[in-house]
């Protein structure tokens, strides 16, 4: 056998060299190859990852973002809402005790005095738009729109247009109301135009 093929090695030494270092320079290539497409194939993973990343934190932070505007856009709306109010409240009527306060204790005799607004205040008579006097009640609550207003007691009427006035009460809790009529002594039909507070009148 090896006398067959020394010829052949002498032969063909030279090609199966060459074919030997081919071989393995296109298995080093090949080896080379497949740790580049590991390499890439990682770095691809890698870049899914941070995408996938981005993606499950960008929805958070839209939320965020999304809440942060809700919120403003509410108090935008509430600050509008408010100062809506606040001049619609400015043109109504109202009337109000100057004194005494609600919850006061005071003695007798006891000073009333009566604010008003957007209202004018004028004795009875003529009826006119815009305009009335006031009548004041004991231990009694606002009579509806549109009512007459009794002439006796426990109404008093400041016909001649007066907003002040002093009385005599018994010591303990009374609730005092004041509303406004109209020349022929007539509720109005503003909620603002009756309130009533609670004092304490000590002995």
């Not at 995408?51 to 600050?79: F, G, I, N, R």
Request: net charge negative.
């Amino acid at each position: 056998m090896r006398t067959l093929l020394a010829p052949l090695k002498g032969r063909y030494g030279f090609y199966l060299t060459a074919l030997t270092c081919i071989f393995l320079l296109c298995l080093s290539f090949a080896c080379a190859g497949g740790g580049e497409e590991e390499a890439e194939e990682a770095e691809e993973a890698g870049h899914e990852a941070d995408m996938e990343h981005a993606v499950a934190e960008e929805p958070a932070e839209m939320t965020e973002s999304s809440d942060a505007e809700t919120a403003e856009s509410s108090d935008a709306e509430t600050a509008e809402s408010s100062d809506t109010e606040m001049e619609e409240s400015s043109d109504a009527p109202r009337v109000w005790f100057i004194t005494p306060e609600d919850g006061a204790t005071v003695t007798s005799p006891v000073a009333f005095e009566f604010g008003s607004e957007n209202i004018t205040i004028e004795p009875k008579g003529d009826i006119h738009e815009g305009a009335g006097h006031h009548h004041l009640a004991l231990n009694t609550e606002c009579l509806p729109a549109g009512e007459a207003i009794p002439e006796a007691d426990p109404w008093v009427h400041f016909g001649d247009g007066a907003a002040m006035i002093e009385m005599q009460l018994e010591p303990g809790e009374h609730t005092i109301t004041i509303q406004i009529g109209d020349g022929e002594h007539v509720t109005l039909d503003e909620a603002g135009l009756c309130t009533s507070v609670t004092i304490t009148v000590s002995e």
